[in-house]
């Protein structure tokens, strides 16, 4: 979708780090911008400036009557929402899957995917009926490669947000909807200060992304040209191609071994 | 390790389909089985039938609490665990994502992708004591191409379950317990049968994968042989494999595009 064709975006993790990042890469281009956020602190500093352009609210994106009611909100004051980002999600805990508390995998399955689930039952019955629009989904490379220590219910999560958004380019395109899966590695964002405030729990406390490269405004850039050229995949770290690279060589391998037996 | 070293199997989704093919090989090695499953009639029947190297339990994969129990019966009677075959589930429910109701999401998540964690959270501790054993657990070839509408939740938790099996294979390598995930095709099993039963109404009465040519019994001597190479990868059906390719490809493009 052209960006200067969008009226009103919808943004979930949305008062800080890449969320915020993307809110204002769009509202740069004069889109509406709501951002919907578990964190009040985040949301009040958020709207500081940007008051007249944004509108906050909160919301716990697990939380289906909240979604319903963060719409009719948002579009009582923007207008129809024709970009959904589901941005929202926290970090992994670290542990090895033998010691994870089973409700730590729960709350990471419920917020990174199911959150995501909950904002596509939200918005995507109008978009088709629009016949227009664009649904943005934060995954992670780690939803492409499991290679990280402790994602145990991380990566399951967000390889589940890869797959939900792969089904949904395919069930939207007849409709004229864009479907884009965000696949970021370390940005710096509050990432980890966020998990704890969101209920979530890290085996290492003092872990900040902050310093990390790659800043959140680079990446709102890389997802509004991933929008307007409909891009399945929007890749941040390119520098991450050879482990992805791996892990297929290594399913293909094990295939064709198994094909020879 | 070899088939004949496992000494007690544990497999969910056991009284039909790959579970019950799965068991009845490990069985023809000397390997003692335990068959969990929510279907008691279909557990009766099968034990009714089989002999002294298979018990049944009743347990829904959900149910944590029924986890601690079953594996505490199982164990009294065979020993320790050193097989877990985390097999059960059910079928995608065929609906768009914009009209899925939340609560089948919720249902396929909760069995598909939760109830292998909580097989994970039963054994897994346990296994990596003992230094020795193997986890595998059934994804299916939609847990690396989720290439249909209506498997919005489906491809979810299958990816989940590849993820969470390529995660596990390398938390437990250092102490020498294997990791294996299934990705199978379609196949002749009683999955509409057991998606029905938990409430999904997608299918009528009558349908049926059963007459498929492709059964679990065929299939389950590549299952073992993978257990016993420590494949991470098990897959069976090897006319998806272009499917795949044509993913990984996609996905690479992005990298080139960006």
Known sequence: ?261 | MRISEFRHAFVTGGASGFGLAIANAMAGHGVRVTLADVDEEALAAVQAERGELFRTSVLDVRDREGWREARARAEVDFGPVDLLFNNAGIGPDGSELADMSPESFDRMIAINLTGVLNGVSTFAASLRDAGRGHIASTSSMSGMAADNAGLGSYGPAKFGVVAMMEVLRREMEPFGVGVSVFCPGTTATNLIASTRRFGSDRFPEEASLLDLPVKPEQLAPAILRGIEENRLYIFTHTERRAAVEERFAGIMAGFDAA
């Open chain 1, 1 to 261: 979708m052209k960006i200067s064709d969008a009226n009103h975006a919808f943004i979930t993790g949305g008062a800080s780090g890449i969320g915020l990042g993307i809110a204002d890469a769009l509202s740069e281009r004069g889109i509406a911008v709501t951002i919907a956020d578990i964190n009040s602190d985040n949301l009040d500093s958020a709207l500081g400036a940007r008051a007249g352009r944004f509108h906050a609210l909160r919301l716990d994106t697990r939380d289906r009557d909240g979604w319903a009611k963060a719409r009719a909100e948002a579009e009582g004051r923007f207008g129809p929402v024709d970009i959904l980002v589901n941005n929202a999600g926290i970090a992994p805990d670290g542990l090895e899957l033998a010691d994870m508390p089973p409700e730590s995998f729960d709350r990471v399955i419920a917020i990174n995917l199911t959150g995501v689930f909950n904002g596509i039952s939200a918005f995507g019955q109008s978009f088709r009926e629009a016949g227009r629009g664009h649904i943005v989904n934060t995954a992670s490379m780690s939803g492409m490669v499991m290679d990280g220590p402790g994602i145990g219910s991380y990566g399951p999560s967000k390889a589940g947000v890869v797959a939900i958004s792969e089904v949904l380019r395919m069930e939207m395109e007849p409709y004229g909807v864009g479907v884009s899966v965000l696949c970021p590695s370390y940005v710096a964002t509050n990432l980890m200060a966020n998990t704890i405030s969101a209920g979530g729990s890290l085996r290492d406390p003092s872990v900040s992304l902050l310093a990390a490269e790659m800043k959140p405004p680079e990446v709102g850039e890389l997802v509004v040209r991933g929008i307007e050229a409909n891009r399945l995949y929007i890749y941040t770290h390119l520098a991450r191609l050879e482990a992805v690279e791996a892990r297929f060589a290594g399913i293909m391998a094990d295939g064709r071994a198994q094909a020879e037996d």
